[in-house]
């Protein structure tokens, strides 16, 4: 049974940085392909990064490079998003997400943490 467990979140002023983590436990570090989601109130949940099985692959959500970077330690199981420069519209419920392969679509993960909130005051 493979779970995602993520943490780092938090309230924070606009323009300041936050670096969420998410560790992987059933599977090895290097099997699975990682992504984080947002779900802003009242909006769908969408894409931020993503990242390959072996770390060479990342992909951004819109609006997130250059702000965001994606990264992980396959030896301790873990991801992280490094968030800076966060604006106001950050804020929602950060997701971590695992899956075969890396994409940028929900349906493509398998498998979901239960999130963590992120609150971007202004």
């Known amino acids: 049974q493979v779970q995602l467990v993520e943490s780092g979140g938090g309230l924070v002023q606009a323009g300041g940085s936050l670096r969420l983590s998410c560790t992987t436990s059933g599977r090895t570090g290097d099997s699975l392909a990682m992504g984080w989601f947002r779900q802003a109130p009242g909006k769908e949940r969408e894409f931020v990064a993503g990242?390959?099985?072996?770390?060479?692959?990342?992909y951004y959500g819109d609006g997130e490079k250059g702000r965001s970077t994606i990264s992980r330690d396959n030896a301790e199981n873990t991801v992280f998003l490094q968030m800076n420069s966060l604006k106001p519209e950050d804020t929602g419920v950060y997701y971590c997400?695992?899956?075969?392969?890396?994409?940028?679509?929900?349906?493509?993960?398998?498998?979901w943490g239960q999130g963590t909130q992120v609150t971007v005051s202004s």
């Open positions: 990242i390959s099985k072996n770390g060479v692959v990342t």
């Open positions: 997400a695992a899956g075969p392969f890396l994409d940028l679509v929900e349906s493509s993960y398998d498998y």
